[in-house]
């Protein structure tokens, strides 16, 4: 049985996984995120704090005291009974509306058995999102011009607004699942990008009317966003990305955590790890192209426009712990932010070992401070959440 830790107590709710070669009820040899789990068990034993695993069932079963949940022991995953958290980290990832519904609803029942401090903040659709950063005058320029999709009819007279070409997105995607490049090609049109299992497409359209029936269908599943196809290509004509994370540190300030280049594979319209890209830590991959002043330069202006939409961001939408901001940078230096996730993953700071452990440092430090009851306070003009914003490694 496990003792509470002086500290505090974080539990961290994560997307149910069966076992791998367990029975149903024994715990399983991974968990989602397993590395970035076990790192974060790992430190909070350093510094005593109590850190555990918990699934959104085992939330809604907990009784007045304890909880159903996993713990790392060695190097396995051992199921327990745990004290009710002080803070949860909500790591789950729900894979539709339905389980997202099923997940907050879970969280609700824990937090009337204890009231306890959410450590994570969310953030609503994409373009609710671009709708509050579009009330900041000076974060303006660095947004791409972003509208709902309404339908095959709209799509002319955009590609005449954009004749370099159109880009096609769900409002709450992730990992690039869904999203669709657009472009005039010669008599027709050509799209290229991955369907919603994340596979590679190319189609080819001699006929606008045709090309508008397909669009529609793919995109009947969700709400799509539309915007102008920009050029975020590297040398080699690789699309690629800047992931920058900026977290909270142990006194509840911003920090800049890192940043880092992602890379498509060959012939990707995206740039995200789970299509087949690459990282590299982001100042190195800029040395190449701009040299050793230009790449630091650059890294600093991806800095100081991270700080700024960290602020701005939570001053919309409540106390946030961190925030994963993905920047296209076009081959003249034009910097563009293309999405703020509230859930951002780690594997794109792999090839940085400082950078990695601070990203894991972070929220645990955090952790302590709000399990301390030393929480800040910020202003908050929440606005109706649509649709749920996931997490993009």
């Not at 320029?141 to 972003?146: D, S």
């Not at 690629?240 to 142990?250: I, N, P, S």
Request: charge should be positive; charged fraction near 25%; aromatic fraction near 8%.
């Amino acid at each position: 049985m496990a003792e509470p830790a002086r500290s505090g107590i974080l539990g961290i709710m994560i997307s149910r996984r069966q076992a791998e070669g367990a029975g149903l009820s024994g715990p399983p040899r991974a968990m989602p995120e397993d590395d970035f789990c076990r790192r974060l068990c790992a430190y909070g034993h350093t510094i005593g704090m109590l850190v555990f695993l918990f699934c959104a069932s085992e939330a809604a079963a907990a009784d007045s005291e304890r909880i159903a949940g996993y713990r790392l022991q060695g190097d396995e995953w051992q199921a327990g009974s745990f004290p009710l958290p002080d803070v949860v980290y909500d790591r789950a990832l729900p894979s539709s509306s339905a389980q997202a519904r099923s997940f907050h609803e879970a969280l609700n029942r824990l937090s009337r058995r204890k009231r306890y401090t959410l450590l994570n903040g969310s953030l609503p659709g994409k373009l609710d999102v671009y709708h509050a950063l579009q009330q900041e005058p000076g974060l303006r320029r660095w947004l791409p011009e972003t509208q709902p999709y309404e339908g095959a009819a709209r799509l002319e007279a955009l590609l005449e607004r954009h004749p370099a070409g159109l880009f096609l997105k769900p409002s709450a995607g992730m990992h690039g699942k869904g999203a669709l490049r657009l472009l005039a090609d010669g008599d027709g049109w050509r799209i290229d990008g991955r369907d919603r299992h994340n596979r590679p497409l190319a189609r080819r359209f001699a006929d606008g009317s045709a090309l508008g029936r397909w669009i529609d269908r793919f995109a009947s599943a969700a709400p799509y966003l539309v915007q102008p196809c920009l050029e975020l290509t590297d040398g080699e004509g690789r699309s690629f990305d800047v992931r920058a994370l900026m977290q909270k540190d142990g006194e509840g300030r911003w920090r800049f955590t890192g940043a880092a280049v992602r890379r498509g594979s060959p012939g990707s319209v995206t740039a995200n790890l789970h299509g087949g890209g690459t990282a590299v830590q982001a100042e190195e991959a800029f040395k190449t192209r701009y040299g050793d002043d230009g790449a630091a330069t650059l890294v600093q202006r991806i800095r100081g426009a991270s700080e700024r939409y960290a602020a701005a961001l939570e001053q919309h939408f409540g106390r946030l712990a961190e925030l994963g901001l993905d920047f296209g940078l076009e081959p003249h230096g034009r910097l563009w932010l293309l999405e703020a996730n509230a859930k951002p993953g780690r594997q794109s700071f792999d090839s940085d070992a400082e950078t990695a452990e601070l990203a894991v440092r972070r929220p645990i430090d955090y952790a302590m401070l709000l399990a301390s009851r030393q929480r800040p306070v910020y202003p908050s003009t929440r606005i109706q959440r649509r649709y749920i914003q996931e997490v993009h490694p």
